[in-house]
């Protein structure tokens, strides 16, 4: 069986762990033959912008076919990356000949040549899944009105009687899907992030701590990410840190610093603050290992399942449509950004020693399992 992902929503980085590659290589290693149709850009590590690679196809490192589309030439450029419109799109889905199509995001004008392949192979099944919600999207009156209520729900309803399933990655985001684009509820239903089964046991908290010089006798919190104008509750979190008065208490942070932070967040460094920069996303998973506890005091990123998916306790920010994250007291949301509330949160946490077990028994309870990939592959397809 053949299966095609469609990614022309937005970037797509070859060996990341972002939903994309995670559902492309379960899919791989579950035995169909799968290809990946995406845009010339990727993710620049760096800031939150875009960087272009060469349009073409190659293989990825695990064999799978990867098309990068040029945007069409018949608009002009900045036209055709607001409507996301490319060059080739329905000769290369034509050319692979799919029996599933999974359409990552469904903002892009290109859907229409989907609906088309759709219309003339009526054996062909099309999921298509939700990366928005009102927290990062329709944040103007341009995106929420023209481009998201008139355009994009257009295409939506187009694309209604060729879906098999919208698939929201967050409850919010099933909302977003009914009350933006008018999506029945009855074709919606949820598909989390997660974490890649083969990594999630890679590491021994013992071992993730000597490769990262953590004492075993210290209580280690992790947080990471992009942090950016979008995440500044980490920057007073870190200052709540400073002011506990506990020798164990450590706190590791990864991830990318933007430039306008960047000198307020190295003035809240200190011997028991430490910043080890940007890992690679396979070695996202070595630096949770080794947590007792891991923080996420901003938005929702797709740590959130990854670390629910490992089985470790967990700290969120309380934000309406993501407690799917809570799978049976695992987890602490935060519901004040103000740094008292943070030292209170961080005290208890150390000194209450029943509560810390509980979460960590609830942290690796069953419902842990719907939060790998190998079983969000399987339920993306309705493979059973």
Same mark, same amino acid.
């Given at each position: 069986?053949?299966?095609?992902?469609?990614?022309?929503?937005?970037?797509?980085?070859?060996?990341?762990?972002?939903?994309?590659?995670?559902?492309?290589?379960?899919?791989?290693?579950?035995?169909?033959?799968?290809?990946?149709?995406?845009?010339?850009?990727?993710?620049?590590?760096?800031?939150?912008?875009?960087?272009?690679?060469?349009?073409?196809?190659?293989?990825?490192?695990?064999?799978?076919?990867?098309?990068?589309?040029?945007?069409?030439?018949?608009?002009?450029?900045?036209?055709?990356?607001?409507?996301?419109?490319?060059?080739?799109?329905?000769?290369?889905?034509?050319?692979?000949?799919?029996?599933?199509?999974?359409?990552?995001?469904?903002?892009?004008?290109?859907?229409?040549?989907?609906?088309?392949?759709?219309?003339?192979?009526?054996?062909?099944?099309?999921?298509?899944?939700?990366?928005?919600?009102?927290?990062?999207?329709?944040?103007?009156?341009?995106?929420?009105?023209?481009?998201?209520?008139?355009?994009?729900?257009?295409?939506?309803?187009?694309?209604?009687?060729?879906?098999? *399933?919208?698939? &929201?990655?967050?409850?919010?985001?099933? +909302?977003?899907? /009914?009350? %933006?684009?008018?999506?029945?509820?009855? =074709?919606?239903?949820?598909?989390?992030?997660?974490?890649?089964?083969?990594?999630?046991?890679?590491?021994?908290?013992?071992?993730?701590?000597?490769?990262?010089?953590?004492?075993?006798?210290?209580?280690?919190?992790?947080?990471?990410?992009?942090?950016?104008?979008?995440?500044?509750?980490?920057?007073?979190?870190?200052?709540?840190?400073?002011?506990?008065?506990?020798?164990?208490?450590?706190?590791?942070?990864?991830?990318?610093?933007?430039?306008?932070?960047?000198?307020?967040?190295?003035?809240?460094?200190?011997?028991?603050?430490?910043?080890?920069?940007?890992?690679?996303?396979?070695?996202?998973?070595?630096?949770?290992?080794?947590?007792?506890?891991? *923080?996420?005091? &901003?938005?929702?990123?797709?740590?959130? +399942?990854?670390? /629910?998916? %490992?089985?470790?306790?967990?700290?969120? =920010?309380?934000?309406?449509?993501?407690?799917?994250?809570?799978?049976?007291?695992?987890?602490?949301?935060?519901?004040?950004?103000?740094?008292?509330?943070?030292?209170?949160?961080?005290?208890?946490?150390?000194?209450?020693?029943?509560?810390?077990?509980?979460?960590?028994?609830?942290?690796?309870?069953?419902?842990?399992?719907?939060?790998?990939?190998?079983?969000?592959?399987?339920?993306?397809?309705?493979?059973?």
């Amino acid at each position: 069986m053949k299966i095609l992902h469609v990614c022309l929503c937005g970037p797509f980085n070859d060996n990341w762990n972002y939903q994309e590659n995670a559902l492309v290589s379960q899919h791989k290693k579950m035995g169909f033959n799968v290809a990946v149709i995406t845009t010339v850009h990727i993710n620049d590590i760096k800031s939150s912008g875009y960087l272009d690679v060469a349009a073409g196809k190659y293989l990825s490192k695990e064999g799978v076919p990867i098309q990068r589309l040029q945007y069409t030439k018949r608009i002009p450029r900045f036209i055709a990356s607001i409507l996301r419109c490319y060059s080739g799109t329905y000769a290369a889905i034509d050319e692979y000949s799919p029996d599933i199509i999974f359409c990552h995001g469904l903002q892009f004008l290109d859907l229409l040549s989907v609906c088309r392949y759709m219309k003339r192979h009526p054996r062909a099944k099309l999921f298509i899944d939700c990366h928005e919600d009102l927290n990062n999207s329709a944040k103007t009156i341009l995106s929420k009105y023209i481009l998201h209520k008139v355009l994009w729900r257009a295409l939506a309803q187009i694309s209604l009687k060729y879906t098999e *399933v919208y698939w &929201g990655t967050t409850p919010a985001r099933m +909302e977003f899907l /009914v009350k %933006m684009y008018d999506i029945p509820r009855s =074709k919606t239903d949820l598909l989390f992030f997660g974490a890649e089964d083969s990594y999630v046991s890679l590491w021994s908290k013992d071992a993730a701590r000597v490769s990262l010089g953590v004492s075993s006798e210290d209580f280690i919190f992790v947080s990471g990410g992009k942090i950016d104008r979008n995440k500044t509750q980490v920057l007073k979190f870190m200052r709540a840190f400073r002011k506990i008065n506990s020798s164990v208490a450590k706190l590791i942070i990864f991830g990318s610093v933007s430039n306008e932070l960047e000198d307020e967040f190295s003035r809240n460094l200190n011997d028991r603050i430490r910043y080890i920069g940007w890992v690679e996303p396979k070695d996202t998973y070595r630096v949770f290992a080794a947590a007792d506890m891991i *923080v996420f005091p &901003g938005l929702h990123s797709v740590f959130w +399942e990854q670390a /629910v998916g %490992m089985g470790i306790p967990c700290i969120f =920010k309380s934000i309406d449509g993501f407690r799917h994250v809570d799978i049976g007291g695992n987890c602490i949301f935060i519901e004040k950004d103000d740094e008292k509330y943070y030292m209170d949160l961080i005290n208890d946490i150390l000194h209450d020693n029943n509560k810390y077990v509980a979460m960590c028994k609830s942290s690796l309870g069953p419902k842990r399992e719907d939060f790998l990939y190998s079983k969000i592959a399987m339920k993306s397809i309705h493979y059973e």
